[in-house]
T-cell receptor, first 114, second 114 residues
Framework: AQSVTQPDIHITVSEGASLELRCNYS??????LFWYVQSPGQGLQLLLK??????LVQGIKGFEAEFKRSQSSFNLRKPSVHWSDAAEYFC????????????FGKGTHLIIQP | DAGVIQSPRHEVTEMGQEVTLRCKPI?????LFWYRQTMMRGLELLIY????????DSGMPEDRFSAKMPNASFSTLKIQPSEPRDSAVYFC????????????FGPGTRLTVL
C-alpha cells in the first residue's frame, strides 16, 4: 500500500526567507507525485506534479520540487516566501496519475512571520 | 471556465437524518473522486468513478455511505443515517483520467452532524 509522510506538522518562516517542506513516500513502482496547497476554508489547488522525466519540477507561485528516488522524497522548495504563502501544504502520491485516487500526507501548516 | 461545483457548501443536520452531497465535475472530465477531510484522519479517498462506473469504493467507511454517478455531469454522496462522527469537509475532484492528468478539487462541503 502506498503512503506519504510529511514529518513537519508546522513550519514557521520569516517573510523573504527560503522554504523547504519535506515529503517522503512509500510506493513500490514509479510514483506519480503531487503538491497541493489549501488556504483556510478553501479547496485544494495543485502547485506542481511529477510523472516522469526531469526530477526537478517547476510549479506555480514560484514553487519547485525535486524527486529523489534513492531517498523516496519529493521536497517542496521556494527561494523567498511571501505572506500570502501561509497555508496548509499537502504532498500526495498516486499509482495511476489522474486515473487513480490520491493518498495524501497529513499536511504541513506554514506560518509566515513578518 | 467553471471548476468543480459542489453543493451545498455547508450542511448542518441532526443525527439520524439523511444527507446528500452533490458534485458537478468539470465538463469533459471522465474521472470523479470523493474525499473526506477530518482533523484526526486528514484527507482520505472515499470512492472514485471512471466513465461513471465506480472503480474503487474501499474507502467508504460504512454501509451508511453510498455514492452514485448517474451521468457524466453529476454525482452524489449520500449518508443515511448520519452520525456525529461523519462531521467533516467532503471534497469532490475530477480529472481527464489517464496517467498524466491531475485532479481538480471543488471548494468542499462542510458537514456538521449534531
Amino acid at each position: 500500500a502506498q503512503s506519504v509522510t510529511q514529518p513537519d506538522i508546522h513550519i514557521t518562516v520569516s517573510e523573504g526567507a527560503s522554504l523547504e517542506l519535506r515529503c517522503n513516500y512509500s510506493y513500490g513502482a514509479t510514483p506519480y507525485l503531487f503538491w497541493y496547497v489549501q488556504s483556510p476554508g478553501q479547496g485544494l489547488q495543485l502547485l506542481l506534479k511529477y510523472f516522469s522525466g526531469d526530477t526537478l519540477v517547476q510549479g506555480i507561485k514560484g514553487f519547485e520540487a525535486e524527486f529523489k528516488r534513492s531517498q523516496s522524497s519529493f521536497n517542496l522548495r521556494k527561494p523567498s516566501v511571501h505572506w500570502s504563502d501561509a497555508a496548509e501544504y499537502f504532498c500526495a502520491v498516486s499509482s495511476g496519475g489522474g486515473a487513480d485516487g490520491l493518498t495524501f500526507g497529513k499536511g504541513t501548516h506554514l506560518i509566515i512571520q513578518p | 471556465d467553471a471548476g468543480v461545483i459542489q453543493s451545498p457548501r455547508h450542511e448542518v443536520t441532526e443525527m439520524g437524518q439523511e444527507v446528500t452531497l452533490r458534485c458537478k465535475p468539470i465538463s469533459g472530465h471522465n474521472s470523479l473522486f470523493w474525499y473526506r477531510q477530518t482533523m484526526m484522519r486528514g484527507l482520505e479517498l472515499l470512492i472514485y468513478f471512471n466513465n461513471n462506473v465506480p472503480i474503487d469504493d474501499s474507502g467508504m467507511p460504512e454501509d451508511r455511505f453510498s455514492a452514485k454517478m448517474p451521468n457524466a455531469s453529476f454525482s452524489t454522496l449520500k449518508i443515511q443515517p448520519s452520525e456525529p462522527r461523519d462531521s467533516a469537509v467532503y471534497f469532490c475532484a475530477s480529472s481527464f483520467g489517464g496517467q498524466y492528468n491531475e485532479q481538480f478539487f471543488g471548494p468542499g462541503t462542510r458537514l456538521t452532524v449534531l
